[in-house]
């Protein structure tokens, strides 16, 4: 148990809707990462979020969005949702003062989101 | 283009056998990662490394900075090791790239 927490595990929704996954990292820790996992594409950096402020961002499509609050934890919020958005999202969080370069990460289990 | 590559794709071997998996890349990196994922999709970070060699257990995580390329060996591999182990690099541009992976099976 890596100690971060990603609600909800599984999600089945509709194309052109809208979802939110939530984060809460480990105890302590005020980075949070976000990733996309897909099988034709692989894991592919989102976001990076550093107590509060956005980082860094990776290939983050605009109908994605995310923040964190201050009690730390992470939303992913996923609009106008399509077929190939189906994927595992998952986050991780690391202590962070060194930011995405040269913290370890720990991940979360992941949400796995269908979209028919 | 991808900015890591890893070899092999697939990988089967023999309990007890030395196994090796490679990674390049062709950014600037921070540091390069090696994680695990098993097969229920978790992902485990193994070694975070930016010179040099680490040892954990029978892993062992080597980095050539100058030529860019890194090496994951697993010694007297078990059947537990069977996994998808995952290159990725913290770029110094602040990005964060993944290999595809290397699906591992372990023989008893």
């Known amino acids: 148990d890596s100690g971060v927490t990603q609600t909800p595990k599984h999600l089945i929704t509709a194309t052109g809707q809208r979802v939110t996954l939530r984060c809460s990292p480990r105890?302590?820790?005020?980075?949070v990462y976000w990733y996309q996992q897909s099988l034709d594409q692989g894991l592919q950096f989102l976001i990076h979020?550093?107590?509060?402020?956005?980082?860094a961002k990776g290939n983050i499509l605009e109908r994605f969005s995310a923040q964190q609050f201050p009690d730390l934890h992470s939303e992913l919020n996923l609009s106008s949702l399509e077929l190939g958005d189906s994927a595992l999202y998952f986050c991780?969080?690391?202590?962070?003062?060194?930011?995405?370069?040269?913290?370890?990460?720990?991940f979360g289990p992941g949400t796995r989101l269908t979209v028919l | 283009k991808n900015e890591v590559e890893q070899s092999p794709q697939n990988l089967t071997a023999q309990e007890g056998e030395f196994i090796t998996i490679n990674c390049s890349y062709s950014?600037?990196?921070?540091?390069l990662h090696w994680l695990q994922q098993h097969p229920g999709g978790g992902i485990v970070s193994l070694f975070m490394?930016?010179?040099g060699k680490k040892k954990h257990g029978r892993l062992i995580a080597t980095i050539n900075i100058q030529e860019k390329h890194s090496s994951l060996h697993i010694t007297a591999s078990h059947p537990r090791d069977s996994a998808v182990y995952i290159c990725?690099?913290?770029?110094?541009?602040?990005?964060?790239?993944f290999g595809t992976g290397t699906s591992l099976t372990v023989i008893p």
């Open positions: 990725a690099v913290s770029s110094t541009g602040n990005q964060f790239y």
């Open positions: 105890s302590g820790d005020l980075s």
């Open positions: 979020y550093y107590n509060g402020e956005e980082r």
């Open positions: 490394l930016s010179s």
């Open positions: 991780a969080s690391s202590f962070g003062l060194a930011g995405i370069r040269t913290d370890t990460q720990y």
């Open positions: 950014v600037g990196i921070s540091a």
